[in-house]
C-alpha cells in the first residue's frame, strides 16, 4: 500500500480526493493523511514513517509549502513532493524545483493529470528504494557512502548482516569490455574513466533489473552475484540483456573509435558467502568465494567477443528455457578434466 500526505488548508481538497481516489482507498492501494499546514505536517511525519509521498499547496498559515520543502530536505530526504497550488507562476515553479520537489501541477486540479503525476512518482520512489536495497546488499556501499544512504539504513541490521559467514546457492557472472584496455593506453584517463563508468552504468541497470547485486569492479570487468528463486534464470536474462544494450551503443566519441563488445562467464552452485579480507586494515569485501566462483571467471576468459558461456550441468538446467549451442571442450586452469561448455544463444 501507498502511504500519500496531503498537506492543504483547503478542506475541500481532502473531500474531492477521498471521493477521486476512493477505488485504490477502498482497494487498499493507497492510504490517505492529511495536514492543514506544513507545521502540522511534520507533526504528521512523526506519527506515520512510512509515508511514501508529499502532495502540497504553497499558501498555507503557520507553515507554507515551500518552507515544508526546505524542512523535508534536512530530516526527509528520500520524500517526493507534488506542488499542488494555485501559484502556477515561474517564479513559484523554479523554488518549488530549487528545494527539492518532484513535480508541481496547478489548481484547479486535474485528477487524470494529479493520478499520472501520483503513478511517476512512485514509480520514482520505488526506483529509489530499490536502489538502496542494492546497496544495502553489497559492498557497492564502500564506493559512494552517502550521509543519506547511511542515516536511512538500520546500523545494526546492516552490520550483523555484514557478519554473517554461510554457504548458499547462487549464481555467478563474469562481464568483461573486449579490448578496453587498448583504449587506457593511448587516451587521457578522464577519458578512459568517464567511457568505462558509461557502460558499467548500462550493465548495473541490466544486473538490478533481475535482482542480482554487484559484487565488485574488477579493472574493466564486473562480478556480480544473483541469489533466490531461479538465480540461474535471472542471470542469464541479465547477460543476455547486457550484451545486447552494449552491443547496441555507439562509438565512443567522435575521437576514440570503439565499439564495445563482451565476454561473459556464468556458473552456478553452491559457495561461501562472508567477509573476505584483512581486519588489520580494516578492509573486508563482503563477497562469495569457492570453486565455482573460480569457474565462472574461467568460463568468462574461455569466451570469444560476444559470447555467453556457461557449463554443461548448467545448461542442463536451463535448456528449456534457453537457446544454447555446444561449444565443446575446453581445459580450464586447475581443473584436471576439460570441461564441457555451451554458448547461451537467446
Do not use: W
Request: with cysteine.
Amino acid at each position: 500500500m501507498v502511504k500519500i500526505l496531503v498537506v492543504d488548508d483547503e478542506t475541500d481538497l481532502e473531500v474531492l480526493i477521498k471521493q477521486k481516489f476512493r477505488k485504490k482507498i477502498r482497494e487498499q492501494e493507497y492510504e490517505f493523511v492529511f495536514a492543514e499546514n506544513g507545521r502540522h505536517a511534520l507533526e504528521q511525519l512523526k506519527k506515520h514513517h512510512d509515508v511514501d509521498i508529499i502532495l502540497s499547496d504553497i499558501n498555507m498559515p503557520v507553515m507554507d509549502g515551500l518552507t515544508l520543502l526546505s524542512k523535508l530536505n534536512e530530516d526527509h530526504v528520500l520524500l517526493k513532493s507534488i506542488i499542488i497550488s494555485a501559484y502556477g507562476d515561474m517564479e513559484n515553479i523554479r523554488i518549488a524545483m530549487n528545494r527539492g520537489a518532484f513535480d508541481f501541477i496547478t489548481k484547479p486540479v486535474n485528477f487524470k493529470d494529479l493520478e499520472l503525476t501520483v503513478e511517476k512518482t512512485i514509480r520514482y520512489v520505488n526506483q529509489i528504494r530499490s536502489t538502496i536495497q542494492a546497496i544495502k546488499e553489497n559492498n557497492i556501499l564502500k564506493m559512494y557512502v552517502d550521509e543519506t544512504v547511511l542515516n536511512f539504513m538500520d546500523s545494526r541490521e546492516f552490520e550483523s548482516s555484514l557478519m554473517t559467514n554461510e554457504t548458499v546457492e547462487a549464481t555467478v557472472v563474469f562481464i568483461d569490455i573486449c579490448d578496453f584496455s587498448a583504449i587506457s593506453e593511448k587516451e587521457a584517463p578522464d577519458k578512459v574513466v568517464k567511457l568505462l563508468n558509461s557502460y558499467f552504468d548500462v550493465m548495473v541497470k541490466e544486473i538490478i533489473a533481475q535482482k542480482g547485486y554487484i559484487d565488485k569492479f574488477i579493472g574493466d570487468a564486473i562480478m556480480a552475484v544473483f541469489r533466490g528463486d531461479y538465480h540461474l534464470d535471472r542471470a542469464i536474462d541479465a547477460c543476455l540483456a547486457t550484451r545486447k544494450m552494449i552491443e547496441e551503443l555507439p562509438d565512443a566519441s567522435d575521437d576514440i573509435s570503439f565499439s564495445p563488445k563482451v565476454t561473459i562467464g556464468i556458473n552456478s552452485g553452491q559457495m561461501i558467502s562472508g567477509n573476505i579480507g584483512s581486519a588489520a586494515l580494516r578492509r573486508l569485501d563482503y563477497t562469495v568465494i569457492g570453486d565455482e566462483v573460480n569457474i565462472a571467471q574461467r568460463l568468462q576468459a574461455a569466451a570469444d567477443e560476444g559470447q555467453i558461456i556457461i557449463t554443461e550441468s548448467n545448461y542442463q538446467l536451463v535448456k528449456e528455457s534457453f537457446n544454447c549451442k555446444k561449444v565443446g571442450q575446453v581445459k580450464l586452469k586447475n581443473k584436471s578434466i576439460p570441461l564441457v561448455i555451451y554458448e547461451v544463444l537467446d
